[in-house]
Nanobody
Framework: VQLQASGGGLVQAGDSLRLSCAAS????????MGWFRQAPGKEREFVAD????????NYADSVKGRFTISRDKANNTVDLQMNTLEPEDTARYYC????????????WGQGTQVTVSS
């Protein structure tokens, strides 16, 4: 499985940014696609995920109402629309995939940096 994340950058607080993850290497039926992030000096944390089959979503409390995850089954992509960004959202964002029955991701992408200035 290959996961290629893109869309990161430097923005100001209150701005929006859209991350995209291109997934390849297998069919993703019965898989869950997700985004995680890791800030300097902190552990990697869950941001959001979406089931490939039905598009059911989950979000971390810290991003609920601001971030939206979506998937495009035709193009095998998973996007993360991030609105009203805060300096606390500064982190490296990673795309990840897990089998539906797995508790942790089975595959990780290389990440894309998001920096939000105040």
């Amino acid at each position: 499985v290959q996961l290629q994340a893109s869309g990161g950058g430097l923005v100001q607080a209150g701005d929006s940014l859209r991350l995209s993850c291109a997934a390849s290497g297998r069919t993703f039926t019965n898989h869950v696609m997700g985004w995680f992030r890791q800030a300097p000096g902190k552990e990697r944390e869950f941001v959001a995920d979406i089931t490939w089959n039905l598009g059911s979503t989950n979000y971390a409390d810290s991003v609920k109402g601001r971030f939206t995850i979506s998937r495009d089954k035709a193009n095998n992509t998973v996007d993360l629309q991030m609105n009203t960004l805060e300096p606390e959202d500064t982190a490296r964002y990673y795309c990840a995939v897990r089998r539906s029955m797995s508790r942790q991701p089975n595959w990780w992408g290389q990440g894309t940096q998001v920096t939000v200035s105040s």
